[in-house]
């Protein structure tokens, strides 16, 4: 699961170099809030399965459903404040940097398989 996250990081450490290629230091910024957003979520849902394993209980259909709806929340709660707190955001750096972020769940699929 951590295997993952090492791979969003990197992915979004590859968004905020495509952010200050398009905005310089402020678009590599932005893409790093926009990266940050997802991996901080999906790092604590990681940590959250692996608990609820480790206590010996396996990760039922309804801790899943509640753990990715929670996942998303907290990705959207960090992008309001981003928008909110940090002024001078640069929304296409923000999305480049989310998005590359989130491909790199697609990239683990060729990878692990």
Excluded at 1 to 15: F, P, T
Excluded at 22 to 37: D, E, Q, T
Excluded at 65 to 77: S, T
Excluded at 96 to 101: A, D, K, R, S, Y
């Amino acid at each position: 699961m951590y295997k993952l996250v090492r791979l969003q990081v990197i992915a979004a450490l590859i968004g905020v170099a495509c952010g200050a290629l398009l905005s310089g230091l402020r678009g590599a910024a932005s893409a790093a809030i926009g990266g940050f957003a997802y991996v901080l979520a999906s790092s604590l849902f990681a940590w959250y399965m692996l608990r609820s394993s480790a206590r010996g209980r396996p990760a039922g259909m309804v801790s899943l459903f509640l753990g990715e709806a929670a996942k998303v929340a907290l990705v959207v709660a960090t992008l309001v404040l981003a928008a909110r707190y940090f002024t001078p955001l640069d929304w296409k750096s923000l999305i480049i940097g989310l998005g590359v972020t989130l491909q790199a769940n697609i990239l683990a699929l060729f990878l692990v398989f």
